[in-house]
């Protein structure tokens, strides 16, 4: 069971997480205090992050609400 439960917390905490707003910036660092403005960005940030990682790991991107 704990073998379970680190498996589980290591996972996410690997995890990559990029944030989009129709207010952010493609220059900011895709956090959710200074996110991307669009998705483009988001998804040349996931694929440079898994290289340098050298590693596949799951990937979240969040939308912020408004008008895209």
């Known amino acids: 069971?704990?073998?379970?439960l680190g498996?589980?917390?290591?996972?996410?905490?690997r995890a990559l997480e990029f944030y989009v707003s129709p207010a952010g910036s493609d220059t900011a660092a895709g956090t959710k205090e200074r996110p991307f403005a669009t998705l483009d960005?988001?998804?040349?940030?996931?694929?440079?992050?898994r290289a340098e990682r050298h590693a596949a790991e799951p990937a979240t991107i969040w939308l912020e609400a408004g008008t895209y």
Do not use: E
Not at 1 to 4: W, Y
Not at 7 to 13: D, G, H, I, P
Not at 41 to 49: L, P
């Open 41 to 49: 960005q988001a998804r040349d940030a996931v694929r440079a992050a």
């Open 7 to 13: 498996s589980v917390l290591t996972l996410n905490a």
């Open 1 to 4: 069971m704990c073998l379970l």
